[in-house]
């Protein structure tokens, strides 16, 4: 009997397909938001590949037996109940670093645009206003001082990026000692968060949500940035206090923000971040370019495949 692969969301063609030999393959990218049938389908199922949207929950797991592996499209797992899955002999597969360049190019490409603060303007240049003397005030990216929050591969890729476009990095990282060989030989400086950001002109969060980082960012913290200064989240949502981010941007405290993350997927109607001002908002696409998908997905297809040929999951 051929082992059964179930895949709830969107995955590149090229690895459905290199996935679709030897196995009774289910591709169902909408059974994320149909789960009564996908868990119908995962009684027989030996792996599940997901992305970021479909909850792998005790319940879930429950509805799968045979379940030995989970592949994640992408490297978060806070929507997989991993104690869950460890104890039921499951083993998650996430795409460590697959994406990493994606998100790295997201963060410096819209750290320098909040900066200059010049590509709103589309609008009122169409309709013949000339606001050339207040865009003339955006700032360049070189000397600027970019502080990143989590230095691991993501975190080190987005450091190299910004030094390229000539700024200086500093970075907090718990799990790293502050004689950790890494910060000397990439070129950047340990500091504790409070102190990265009083010196930071950009902010860039890299740490996973778990209770320690939620609303990491808060209204104290967002008060302690440095005047003038931006900040980018392409991590979790929950680690930004989206409505004291909202009143420090209504309050110009801070130059402006980018979210690819929130709280709740999509962003609910009624949100405190509607119609904010110098506030950039993008769907949790930071990670996710053709290139990427194609690598991530090809990547948790040859892991999936690996895992159940060698019964070592």
Request: net charge neutral; glycine share 8%; with cysteine.
């Amino acid at each position: 009997m051929m082992k059964r692969i179930c895949i709830s969301e969107f995955m590149d063609a090229d690895a459905v397909a290199a996935l679709s030999a030897g196995f009774d393959l289910r591709y169902e990218p909408a059974w994320v938001d149909r789960r009564a049938d996908l868990v119908a389908a995962l009684p027989q199922a030996d792996a599940l590949i997901v992305r970021n949207r479909t909850q792998v929950d005790a319940a879930l797991l429950d509805s799968a037996p045979r379940l030995r592996v989970v592949g994640r499209l992408g490297v978060g797992l806070d929507n997989i109940d991993v104690e869950s899955c460890a104890a039921r002999g499951i083993r998650v597969i996430p795409a460590v670093g697959a994406n990493a360049r994606s998100v790295a190019e997201y963060v410096v490409i819209t750290v320098a645009m909040l900066l200059r603060g010049a590509f709103a303007s589309g609008a009122e240049v169409a309709q013949g206003k000339w606001p050339r003397a207040r865009l003339s005030e955006g700032r360049e990216t070189l000397g600027k001082t970019l502080g990143v929050v989590g230095f691991g591969d993501i975190g080190r890729q987005t450091a190299a990026l910004a030094q390229a476009f000539g700024m200086r990095v500093i970075a907090h990282d718990p799990m790293l000692r502050a004689d950790d060989p890494v910060w000397q030989g990439r070129d950047v400086a340990p500091r504790s968060l409070d102190a990265l950001l009083a010196e930071a002109d950009a902010v860039s969060l890299h740490v996973p949500l778990v209770p320690a980082t939620r609303h990491l960012i808060n209204a104290p913290r967002l008060a302690a940035m440095k005047s003038g200064a931006v900040l980018v989240n392409t991590a979790r949502g929950g680690v930004v206090d989206e409505a004291a981010l909202a009143q420090a941007l209504r309050e110009g405290r801070l130059a402006g923000a980018a979210l690819d993350v929130f709280e709740q997927e999509p962003l609910p109607a009624g949100s405190p971040l509607a119609d904010v001002p110098n506030l950039v908002l993008t769907p949790h696409i930071g990670g996710v370019t053709r290139e990427a998908n194609a690598r991530v997905s090809m990547l948790i297809a040859r892991k999936v495949r690996e895992a159940l040929e060698e019964g070592t999951a």
